[in-house]
């Protein structure tokens, strides 16, 4: 190779760095997504993937961290997981819920993360269950450090999850942002809606004690005024005891529940013992903590409206 042929390969070489080196210097000052004509968010689970969607409608291209059918109690991160947080230039999670998502947003992405409990704080775990003296505690206050993160199951404080989701939205991507507002807007007026249907409906009926695998519903039975009865508490797969087995089958026949629930992505054995001691049926009470198989989370919660009316024998 001559003086020239040399000096064009290592000028080509030196030029091919410096072009790299400023890639990298770039990516340093934000992640630019995986489609540079949508903003790229991750959610944490599906209620903040339905929101997600809603509100950014096609300027957003938005990845669920857990697979349908999956428990997302227990979510582990795989490397790929990690790294679509990583890359991600909105990340929506719940603080508390998911401790494998809270590492990757603490170690990866706290510049870029939306934590829905920052709009709507949660409340108390024990809050809204029902205990008599010298019962055993339905609540497993280790979770969440005692509290109860299942909001999404009250339309209006999801609602305003929203309004704020459309806010960080806008500021990740200034050009559209009435265009997020806008859809807030609509998604609020479904919602709030769907908290009508819920008032209307549950408003006159025989009976507003709720007996449930686990204790997911106390926003729903707060908005409502319901009383939830957990079999077990926060976490799904906490196995009763047989001492709060027999206080729950107590509970159920002095409140003559005809209709013991359980979920979509929980095993039904529980609530069939309790529904065989007490002569009760069983039925799905679904927390949308994942995908529903056919609709949406509106239309999921509907589902949950019919189930609860027919229960509680409401007029």
């Known amino acids: 190779m001559n003086k020239c042929s040399t000096s064009r390969v290592l000028a080509a070489a030196t030029a091919t760095l410096l072009t790299l080196g400023g890639a990298a210097a770039c990516s340093t000052d934000g992640p630019a997504g995986a489609d540079p004509q949508r903003v790229d968010v991750v959610a944490a689970f599906y209620p ?30 795989n490397p790929g997981q990690v790294g679509q947080i990583t890359e991600a230039e909105l990340i929506v999670y719940l603080k508390g819920f998911q401790p494998a998502v809270d590492e990757a947003v603490d170690q990866n ?20 269950g029902h205990e008599h003296e010298g019962e055993e505690a339905a609540d497993d206050h280790a979770e969440s450090g005692g509290k109860d993160p299942h909001l999404w199951l009250d339309p209006t404080r999801l609602a305003t999850v929203a309004d704020r989701l459309a806010e960080r ?17 609509t998604l609020h007026a479904d919602l ?44 799904p797969e906490t196995e009763p005891s047989p001492q ?9 026949r002095e409140h003559k529940a005809t209709t013991i ?18 002569g009760a049926k069983t039925a799905v009470l679904d927390p949308i903590e994942g995908g529903p198989a056919d609709g ?4 999921a919660m509907r589902g949950n409206l019919q189930t609860l009316r027919t229960a509680l024998d409401c007029s």
């Open 261 to 278: 629930f359980f979920e979509t992505l929980v095993s039904p054995k529980v609530a069939e013992t309790i529904a065989a001691e007490v």
């Open 48 to 77: 903040l993937q339905f929101i997600a969607e809603r509100v950014g409608g096609d300027a957003v291209r938005v990845t669920n961290l857990v697979k349908p059918g999956a428990e997302p109690h227990d979510l582990e991160l």
């Open 192 to 235: 709030e809606q769907l908290d009508a249907d819920f008032t209307a409906g549950l408003k006159t009926c025989a009976r507003r004690e709720i007996v449930t695998s686990h204790t997911a519903f106390g926003y729903l039975a707060e908005r409502y005024h319901l009383e939830q009865v957990g079999i077990t508490g926060l976490a």
């Open 109 to 128: 992405a706290t510049e870029r993360a939306f934590d829905v409990t920052t709009v709507q704080p949660l409340r108390d775990a024990a809050a809204g």
């Open 169 to 185: 939205l806008g500021k990740a991507d200034p050009d559209r942002a009435a265009d997020y507002a806008a859809r807030a807007k």
């Open 296 to 299: 949406d989370y509106l239309s």
């Open 244 to 252: 709060r087995l027999a206080a729950v089958a107590q509970e159920a």
